[in-house]
């Protein structure tokens, strides 16, 4: 396949040492050696080395930009074509500058993920690896990069591979028995199908028994922490932070609005929200947050509700217990270098199942056994991120929960003593599916929407 020449900036905009504008095409090589002097030209250089030398204006020889210029010869480079790395200055004006010395020159500004959509065109790396790029890119802890980066290694892929090949090998059998009944073919029976097809499932059960895990490590777990007003809830935020983000006073009501900030909590990204304090109150600015509360508390995976161990437990405390039911919830009973007014029996009553931690954030005591808990909640204490059977991706847990649902119909149809044939299309249909996650058989929408979210110029 042939392609014009793109091209985009492809380190964060800004200030910086240096920036990277990179070119990916038949005439990257041409069009950069157009704009360039070095001591040799760009066109007879070794692959995968690197050059220094100054960017130039080609109608008036002004000099632009002092660089290092990155010479990779397809098909040895991400998207098997010819790409070449421009290092400059990291101005936004200089950056800049050599973006449109490049586009005037011949080369085309790349849309949005279109680096990585050629590599996935021209068969570098299949759909599912593609989307790890973007999973990588936006990994918030080690453990979120560490999935990722399995991923991109096509650990995915393999396994996903492997049950499509299994199942092609049942549809054959199926064909060859329907299609030549005289041939000395072994007989596909339904009890033969049904080990095909359990061993399948059983394998794609294991892979979505690690989905929630996958999924929060990917998107994060969205965590609001609620009290009434003036329990230490901006202090939680703070302690889990580790710096003063929302405003501490002795003043009940002080947070208004939603806070929000991604903290690591042992591994664990948390996209924690200090809410306002949930009462009824007169003051409409604290209302309208009041109110923002009670839909962050709709939204989150993860409640941490707060109560005041100074204090005997209000109507309010036992609503706002009333209203996490059913919810993940922690209870945590802060201020505990103060006397203990609060009834814990009551709290632990109320609290049902779910841990109840004691803290003083004042003194930072009991952070340790609130990450721990957390921990606890979702990943029993910790997840193994090797695992190459890791799935994180909502699309790709969507495929897996629908190619389960025809192996069951598929498993209902050998039950019922149904035609091979008619079971086999159910297994056909399961195959398909699988296909879609690596990308073997995708809509050419569905490509253009998926790369469409990747950030310019990867």
């Known amino acids: 396949m042939e392609y014009d020449t793109i091209t985009a900036i492809s380190t964060p905009m800004g200030e910086g040492a240096i920036a990277i504008v ?118 918030k802890t080690d453990r979120a990069m560490n999935v990722a980066l399995n ?38 029976t339904h009890s033969l199908l049904n080990e095909k097809l359990t061993y399948v499932k059983r394998e794609v059960d294991k892979i979505l028994t690690t989905a929630q895990q996958g999924k929060i490590l990917r998107e994060g777990l969205s965590t609001a922490i609620i009290g009434r007003p003036n329990v230490g809830k901006s202090s939680l935020m703070n302690a889990l932070v580790h710096e003063n983000k929302a405003i501490v006073t002795d003043v009940a009501g002080t947070t208004r609005d939603v806070i929000e900030e991604y903290v690591n909590v042992r591994g664990v990204p948390l996209r924690l929200v200090d809410t306002a304090g949930i009462r009824e109150t007169e003051d409409i600015v604290e209302r309208i947050g009041v109110e923002k509360s009670r839909k962050v508390l709709k939204e989150s995976d993860l409640i941490l509700l707060v109560v005041n161990h100074n204090e005997p437990l209000s109507q309010e405390d036992e609503n706002l217990f009333e209203a996490v039911k059913g919810l993940d919830v922690i209870v945590i009973v802060n201020k505990t270098d103060l006397e203990q007014e609060i009834d814990m029996n009551r709290v632990k009553e109320l609290a049902g199942r779910h841990p109840v931690i004691t803290t003083s954030l004042l003194h930072e005591e009991g952070i340790d056994l609130l990450e721990e808990g957390i921990a606890q909640l979702f990943f029993q204490g910790g997840i193994e991120s090797q695992d190459i059977t890791y799935v994180s991706n909502s699309r790709h847990i969507a495929l897996l929960q629908q190619t389960i649902h025809h192996i069951d119909e598929a498993l209902n149809g050998i039950e019922l003593n149904l035609p091979v044939d008619m079971v086999q299309i159910d297994i056909t249909r399961a195959w398909e599916i699988l296909g879609e996650i690596i990308g073997d058989t995708v809509s050419e929408s569905l490509i253009d929407q998926l790369f469409s979210q990747f950030c310019l110029g990867k």
């Not at 090998?169 to 007989?187: C, L």
């Open 22 to 139: 990179r070119l990916s095409g038949s005439e990257a090589i041409q069009i950069a050696d157009s704009i360039y002097i070095g001591k040799k030209s760009l066109k007879e250089v070794e692959s995968h080395t690197i050059h220094y030398g100054k960017l130039i204006e080609p109608k008036t020889g002004e000099a632009v930009e002092e660089v290092m210029v990155s010479i990779m010869k397809g098909p040895r480079t991400f998207t098997r074509e010819d790409v070449v790395e421009i290092n400059c200055h990291g101005g936004i004006v200089s950056v800049n500058r050599v973006l449109q010395l490049v586009l005037n020159n011949g080369a085309r500004l790349a849309e949005p993920g279109e680096f990585t959509k050629r590599a996935f065109l021209n068969g570098r790396i299949d759909l599912s690896q593609a989307e790890a790029v973007m999973d990588l890119i936006r990994a």
């Open 151 to 188: 991923q991109m290694e096509g650990r995915l892929s393999k396994l996903v591979g492997k049950l499509r090949q299994t199942l092609l090998e049942t549809i054959a059998h199926v064909e060859v028995n329907i299609d030549y009944p005289e041939y000395d073919a072994e007989e596909m």
